[in-house]
């Protein structure tokens, strides 16, 4: 498989975001996937190209389907891996992220898939180390691979991204999801539409060129695809929102909201779910819901970004 | 042996006698002296360490400057900065504080007292002017806590930190949150006349916040700290000092509607006045985009928006605002070189203040060159009430000696101060303080 197709050619080293990326470098990553998507069918589901690199899980803030999806998708591509999850308390007492990262380079490390609770530091790492870094989502700023894995998944289901009508729901403000998805599905033609309380949308998202409601059943019939985003409990402590239940009532999404949706509406979330907060269990596991296949589709793009940006270290 | 202790009393009587007898020509400079209204080459003689003349009328000197071509003002001022001792010595100490200073052109300064301790009472006001005497360089003036142990809880002891030198008094880095603590503040004052300096920052609302509240912090997904947040406690102060006719400074002043309710008061003659920095007259939080997190821009209050930058460069201009300051926030590189939610918040100033206000501010025509050293010179001098800040026969004769045509470029790794967090590091400017002199010494260079 070749990064090259019609004089195309991949240059990014490192992912740190979506926001650094043009519309043709994105769909190049969703058809790099669909390649990929390929090798998890079949019956050995690897493939060499990674053979002889060395890929870091740097996990200093907690995640299962993240860090795992990149171990697997690192596997199928024969790379090693390893696992590092420092405990944020650990780091602050002692080694500091910059000593700890050019550690793990002196190692031999190829690629350094971070994940952190600072906005930034993907980008602090890119500074100070040699190897390829790939952004795991840093705070509330970027999570690249979720939002190319659900720009993939709606491509799928939809066909095509312009003219699409996204809904991202909940927590705007604290959510790395939604920048990736807002930055990315914008710059395929999309339109997405931030719902929620006032408290947790951010005034400047509308010069994102995102449409802002308070109001989910108003905008409900218009919109093909509804991300729901996490609620973070506590966030209510914070004064966000003043219970559960009326978040739950006011932006949950449930069946009976959802009659009145198109008929082909996706129900997508990047996990994990607090069922009967942000989503009711029969809508998760619905018709409507994607859910699933988004994990799916996961592995298949984190293997074409490990992919994409060893070509960018090879050159 | 009698030739041993003649020999040591001519040592120690050398220095004095040089001291004594010295005098020093500082000729054919433009001299500009904005509390006397001067702006015109001529010269100036110096004799025991006092301005002895200003004329065209040429004394015989121990010492001759010759200052064709360049600018002789009255040693510049810097009234906010933190030197970091007692506590931090590792990022700075009075005296590479005082050296950083004579090489950026300042002949004093006013310490800010967040050390640890805080100089919260008498003995350690005077302990800053004990060391500023061993480093012997620039002046330095202590700046008294407000409340004791600058926990915003009780008021300290105002009149022993008078006595001990304190020139004004300052919670800096944290605000009075309490409003009666600083409605007391401000009237106990009254009683030296002496500026209650506020760090103005509603705490409830800054929160967590690391970086200005607005579009930049919503892409990067940065916790806000909004302008109201300055905002309120600025009206609260002013309305405060109304009440108790005591005389309020605000420190490092960043919004727009922060400068409106300061000239409103300053139209209602309400006893107050105000500070602005080189970084929030010429930076915005579009810095901490561009460089990718780069803590260096990591300051509070933080970097503001362009509207600001340009409200903040008018007040300067039309004199809402009053003074200059570096704010000089000395941090270790291991401090600043972290994720930037953990970051300490603060940069230097001190030695690149003068290049890039000459550069940005003077040579763009945003303000005057005689207004920088309004700023940088009386004004400060009048908020604290020191004796500096002018070249008026028998004041010390502290001056400072400006090449408007030096070009260079500012490369921290060649400052003074022992630390290396200034945000304008790499950036060319025109302009610098080439001699520096204190009591009529030349210490620069």
Redesign the interface.
């Known amino acids: 498989m070749k990064s090259e197709k019609k004089g195309f050619v991949w240059g990014h080293k490192h992912l740190l975001g979506l ?1 650094y990326l043009t519309a043709q470098e994105i769909t190049h990553i969703l058809d790099t996937g669909e390649s990929f998507k390929e090798v998890s069918r079949r019956n050995i589901k690897k493939v060499p190209t990674l053979r002889g690199k060395v890929v870091v899980n740097m996990f200093v803030e907690p995640s299962t389907r993240t860090r795992m999806s990149f171990s697997l998708a690192a596997k199928r591509l024969s790379a090693d891996i390893v696992d590092f999850s420092p405990s944020l308390s650990s780091l ?1 007492k002692g080694e ?3 000593d700890t990262a050019r550690n793990i380079e002196a190692m031999g490390v190829d690629i350094v898939i971070i994940r ?6 993907a ?2 790492l890119s ?1 100070i180390i040699n190897a390829s870094v790939i952004n795991a989502g ?5 999570h690249p691979s979720q939002g190319l894995l659900d720009i993939f998944t709606i491509r799928q289901k939809k066909g095509e991204i312009k003219g699409l009508k996204v809904a991202v729901v909940g927590d705007i403000l ?1 959510s ?1 999801v939604a ?1 990736s998805n807002i930055w990315g599905l914008t710059k395929l033609g999309a339109e997405v539409i931030a719902v929620g309380p006032p408290t947790l949308i ?4 509308r ?2 060129g995102v449409r802002v409601s308070y109001d989910l059943d108003a905008v409900i019939p218009e919109i093909d695809v509804i991300n729901i985003l996490r609620i973070q409990l506590e966030r209510q402590r914070s004064k966000f929102f003043p219970t559960v239940r009326e978040y739950a009532r006011l932006f949950g999404i449930n069946s009976e909201r959802l009659k009145r949706a198109k008929e082909d509406v996706l129900i997508m979330h990047p996990g994990p779910i607090n069922r009967g907060v942000e989503i009711t269990p029969d809508v998760a596991d619905g018709k409507h819901s994607v859910i699933l296949e988004q994990v799916a589709n996961g592995l298949a793009i984190r293997m074409a970004i490990l992919y994409l940006v060893k070509t960018a270290i090879s050159e | 042996m009698a030739w041993q202790l003649e020999w040591q009393f001519c040592i120690w009587l050398k220095p004095l006698l040089a001291n004594n007898m010295t005098t020093l020509l500082i000729k054919n400079g433009r001299v500009i002296d904005p509390a006397n209204k001067i702006d015109k080459v001529t010269n100036i003689f110096i004799q025991d360490g006092k301005i002895k003349s200003v004329g065209s009328q040429i004394s015989k000197a121990d010492r001759t400057l010759d200052t064709k071509g360049l600018i002789v003002t009255p040693g510049l001022i810097d009234m906010h900065v933190h030197l970091r001792e007692p506590g931090k010595e590792d990022e700075e100490t009075i005296t590479s504080g005082v050296s950083a200073a004579i090489n950026g052109g300042f002949t004093s300064v006013a310490c800010m007292p967040n050390t640890d301790p805080a100089i919260d009472n008498e003995a350690l006001a005077e302990f800053v002017y004990l060391q500023a005497k061993r480093a012997g360089k620039s002046n330095v003036f202590a700046i008294g806590a407000v409340t004791k142990g600058r926990k915003g809880e009780e008021i300290s002891e105002m009149g022993q930190l008078y006595r001990g030198g304190a020139v004004g008094f300052s919670d800096d880095g944290e605000s009075i949150k309490n409003s009666e603590v600083m409605r007391r503040a401000l009237e106990y004052s009254r009683m030296f006349n002496k500026p209650i300096i506020n760090h103005c920052e509603d705490t409830d609302l800054v929160r967590d916040g690391v970086m200005n509240e607005g579009y930049i912090s919503t892409v990067l997904g940065l916790s806000g700290i909004p302008a109201v947040a300055e905002e309120i406690m600025v009206y609260r102060d002013i309305t405060l000092a109304k009440l108790t006719q005591g005389r309020l400074h605000i420190a490092h002043i960043t919004t727009k509607k922060s400068v409106e309710l300061v000239r409103r008061a300053k139209e209602e003659s309400i006893n107050v006045t105000a500070e602005v920095t080189p970084h929030h007259l010429i930076l915005t939080d579009d810095y901490i985009r561009t460089s990718n997190f780069d803590t260096n821009y990591k300051v509070n209050p933080p970097l503001r928006t362009k509207t600001d930058v340009q409200a903040l460069r008018e007040a300067l201009k039309d004199g809402a605002i009053d003074a200059i300051v570096s704010d000089h926030a000395p941090h270790s590189e291991e401090e600043k070189d972290v994720e930037f939610n953990i970051a300490p918040f603060g940069m230097i100033g001190m030695e690149s203040l003068l290049g890039v206000i000459l550069t940005e501010l003077v040579l763009k025509k945003v303000i005057t060159l005689n207004r920088m050293i309004e700023a940088l010179t009386v004004k400060p001098a009048q908020i604290l009430g020191i004796p500096k800040g002018t070249l008026s026969v028998g004041a010390d004769a502290d001056i400072t000696v400006i090449d408007l045509n030096k070009n260079w470029e500012i490369d921290p790794s060649t400052f003074k101060s022992k630390s290396r967090n200034c945000p304008f590091a790499g950036w060319k400017v025109k302009g610098k303080a080439v001699h520096t002199i204190v009591k009529g010494q030349v210490i620069l260079p």
């Open positions: 926001e602050s500091t992220v910059k952190h609770t600072a906005p930034g530091t980008h602090m500074r840093d705070g509330a700023h970027e604290h790395r920048r951010p005034e400047h998202i010069d994102l």
